[in-house]
């Protein structure tokens, strides 16, 4: 059974940064794409960055020259670097593991930005 466990949400003010991460109990992490998404109240959720096995990423306009994703494979483990946060991406950022066949998700961290 695939487990995925987010870290490293919180408080954080504007212009300020977090690091989130996804660590995954799987048994070949790199045969798997990951993807970060978030989800604020009363809107739906949304993909902000995706990497695949291959290393190839993608961001939502939203976040392109802000935020970077990264994957460590040897610990299984997805990273979202958000620098320059604004109010508009308080949300709770939830990962998700996609074997090509099955998508797997974590519960989910809340990242609440300040003005």
């Known amino acids: 059974q695939v487990q995925l466990v987010e870290s490293g949400g919180g408080l954080v003010q504007a212009g300020g940064s977090l690091r989130l991460s996804c660590a995954a109990s799987v048994h070949i992490f790199s045969n798997n794409d990951m993807g970060w998404y978030r989800q604020a109240p009363g809107n739906q959720r949304e993909l902000v960055a995706s990497i695949t096995t291959d290393g190839r990423i993608n961001y939502s306009d939203s976040v392109k020259g802000r935020f970077t994703i990264s994957r460590d494979n040897a610990r299984k483990t997805v990273y979202l670097q958000m620098n320059s946060l604004k109010p508009e991406d308080t949300a709770v950022y939830s990962c998700?593991?996609?074997?090509?066949?099955?998508?797997?998700w974590g519960q989910g961290t809340q990242v609440t930005v300040s003005s």
């Open positions: 998700m593991l996609y074997t090509g066949t099955f998508q797997y």
